[in-house]
């Protein structure tokens, strides 16, 4: 993988070097070989000040970890069944994610999915990871081509691994993105709160008039749409 090469001196948060049996059990397991080799050297990291995440095996944060963040436990579960054909291999800072499509009967097809941050709509963006590596993680790591992550990084810098950047009011409920609105949430409660506001506005029969947050049963932040009587 000749562009990998470039990646090591670009990348941030990099998670100890696994044995190459750890992918057993793990979503990595039927990864492509080019994707298992890369986590073998960097094994999960970010790019471009944290904005671009790939995820890794066995990591101690969360929001690096394979498992932890396919985990329906974890933030899946604020979500419907669009989530269920794939496995999600890394994000952006704003919620979107990068994955494979489950095949049926096991395995996964080679495809690159980008799942947009505010529904998780799926388009495939790469033929393969090692189009992907080359043509939006590494392109991504040296210049990103989203002008609002470039906005985002210049006006707020940095942002942790475990974090996300999201627009309040949600571009869902009708917010614009406009970089003054962004708000710094934990990357797991974010999710959350997306997968709230996209199953309840899945009707679409009336017009949202807001959110209200509370907490359930479980003691997880959660987000209630209110809806025009």
């Not at 627009?167 to 997306?194: C, H, K, Q, R």
Request: charged residues 25%; negative net charge; hydrophobic residues 40%.
């Amino acid at each position: 993988m000749p562009h990998a090469e470039e990646l090591p001196s670009l990348a941030d948060h990099v998670g100890p070097r696994p044995d190459r049996s750890a992918a057993t059990g793990t979503p990595a397991e039927h990864f492509p070989a080019a994707h298992r080799e890369l986590l073998l050297r960097l094994n999960g990291f970010t790019v471009h000040h944290g904005a671009f995440r790939l995820l890794g095996i066995g990591r101690e944060e969360p929001a690096l970890d394979l498992a932890v963040w396919n985990a329906p436990e974890t933030w899946r579960f604020a979500w419907d069944d669009r989530l269920d054909p794939f496995v999600i291999f890394g994000e952006t800072a704003f919620g979107d994610s990068y994955a494979y499509r489950r095949l049926p009967g096991g395995g996964l097809a080679p495809e690159v999915h980008f799942l947009e941050g505010v529904l998780l709509r799926p388009e495939i963006i790469a033929p393969s990871f090692e189009a992907f590596l080359a043509d939006e993680l590494l392109r991504n790591a040296k210049e990103p081509y989203d002008d609002l992550v470039v906005e985002a990084v210049d006006h707020l810098g940095p942002i942790a691994p475990g974090s996300h950047w999201v627009y309040v009011p949600s571009v869902a409920l009708g917010g614009e993105e406009d970089v003054e609105n962004i708000s710094v949430l934990p990357a797991t409660v974010a999710m959350t709160f997306a997968g709230d506001i996209a199953t309840a506005m899945e009707s679409g029969e009336r017009a949202a008039t807001g959110v209200e947050p509370y907490t359930d049963e479980q003691g997880r932040p959660r987000l209630r749409v209110r809806f025009e009587e």
